[in-house]
């Protein structure tokens, strides 16, 4: 939503301010210059990466225009969710986690928790690691680096899209350059003309330096920025997962596990400690 109304702040504040100063609109619609700059940037954007990173930066273009799902109350179902889990293996032996893990779509838990389910690198890392937790052997501080291992694998796969369209819109500036210097070669093809004629053709050139920084500076590089702003949300909820296994493999009871876990939440989303108590008496 917010993604929407910066887009309308921006174009509504430029042509604001550009017909202010008495500056034509109908100029600045110039097919041919949109053609050659978003046809290279689609070109290289498509020479660049391969498709199902393609597909992810096309995902996460549409994720930036919901928003933040990672929400306190996005939080306080994990921890819930977390709680209940974890007192079913203290009140009934690990063994009895392995039909949950197992298969997490049948599960009767996971099943209570629909934010969890609907993000199926939390459910991937949550019952991988416990799988690992449930064959035994393993001391929490190799556990800590296994699960890290995989955060960071997780982390480097999704930051791949937010990269690759923060390149696009750096190189626009430049493709912005290359339509107005194709602007120039016609122009100079109209130099015998009246000088109405090429004034109007020089300032159609220009429009492709217009276009390349707008789309580069106000577009394309701060959805670039939304897009890793939300990988960067998702890698703490998986690191609130993360601490609460740890602590719970420590041997902390699960109400103390959770709350590693709501330590690690960013201070702007974490539930206060009322409200995790509150949600812990819920899930009992």
């Given at each position: 939503?917010?993604v929407?109304?910066?887009?309308a702040?921006v174009?509504?504040s430029?042509i604001?301010?550009?017909?202010?100063?008495?500056?034509?609109?109908?100029?600045?619609?110039?097919?041919?210059e949109?053609?050659?700059?978003?046809?290279?940037?689609?070109?290289?954007?498509?020479i660049?990466?391969?498709?199902?990173?393609?597909?992810?930066?096309?995902q996460?273009i549409?994720?930036t225009l919901?928003?933040?799902?990672?929400?306190?109350a996005?939080?306080?179902?994990?921890?819930?969710?977390l709680?209940?889990?974890?007192?079913?293996?203290?009140?009934?032996?690990?063994?009895?986690?392995?039909?949950?893990?197992?298969?997490?779509e049948?599960s009767a838990?996971f099943?209570?928790?629909?934010t969890?389910?609907?993000?199926?690198?939390?459910?991937?890392?949550?019952c991988d690691?416990?799988?690992?937790?449930?064959?035994?052997g393993?001391?929490?501080?190799?556990l800590?680096?296994l699960?890290?291992?995989?955060?960071?694998?997780?982390?480097?796969?999704?930051?791949?899209?937010?990269?690759?369209?923060i390149?696009?819109?750096?190189?626009?500036?430049?493709l912005?350059?290359?339509?107005?210097?194709?602007?120039?070669?016609?122009t100079?093809?109209?130099?015998d003309?009246?000088p109405?004629?090429?004034?109007?053709s020089?300032?159609?050139?220009?429009?492709?330096?217009?276009?390349?920084?707008?789309l580069?500076?106000?577009?394309?590089?701060?959805?670039g920025?939304?897009?890793?702003?939300?990988?960067?949300?998702?890698h703490?909820?998986?690191?609130?997962?993360?601490?609460t296994?740890?602590a719970?493999?420590?041997?902390a009871p699960p109400?103390?596990?959770?709350e590693?876990?709501?330590?690690?939440?960013?201070?702007d989303?974490?539930?206060?400690?009322?409200?995790?108590?509150?949600?812990v008496k819920?899930a009992?």
């Open positions: 939503m917010f929407l109304i910066g887009l702040i174009f509504a430029i604001a301010g550009y017909t202010m100063h008495g500056g034509q609109l109908l100029i600045l619609f110039q097919v041919s949109f053609l050659i700059i978003g046809g290279a940037a689609l070109g290289s954007l498509l660049a990466n391969p498709p199902d990173l393609l597909r992810r930066i096309v996460g549409l994720g919901r928003g933040n799902r990672y929400t306190k996005a939080y306080i179902e994990l921890l819930q969710f709680y209940e889990i974890l007192q079913l293996a203290k009140r009934e032996g690990l063994i009895a986690l392995e039909q949950h893990v197992e298969n997490p049948n838990i099943s209570k928790y629909p969890v389910m609907a993000n199926h690198h939390a459910v991937a890392f949550f690691t416990m799988k690992v937790v449930l064959n035994g393993i001391p929490p501080h190799d800590e680096d699960m890290e291992l995989d955060l960071e694998t997780i982390h480097h796969k999704e930051a791949r899209a937010p990269t690759a369209l390149t696009v819109a750096d190189s626009l500036p430049g912005g350059i290359v339509a107005a210097v194709l602007g120039v070669v016609i100079m093809g109209k130099v003309q009246p109405e004629v090429v004034g109007h020089v300032a159609a050139a220009l429009v492709g330096t217009f276009l390349g920084v707008l580069s500076y106000g577009v394309v590089g701060p959805i920025r939304n897009l890793e702003n939300l990988v960067q949300a998702e703490r909820y998986l690191n609130c997962i993360k601490a296994i740890l719970f493999v420590k041997g109400v103390v596990a959770i590693y876990g709501r330590r690690a939440i960013d201070p989303f974490r539930p206060s400690f009322q409200e995790t108590e509150e949600a819920r009992r």
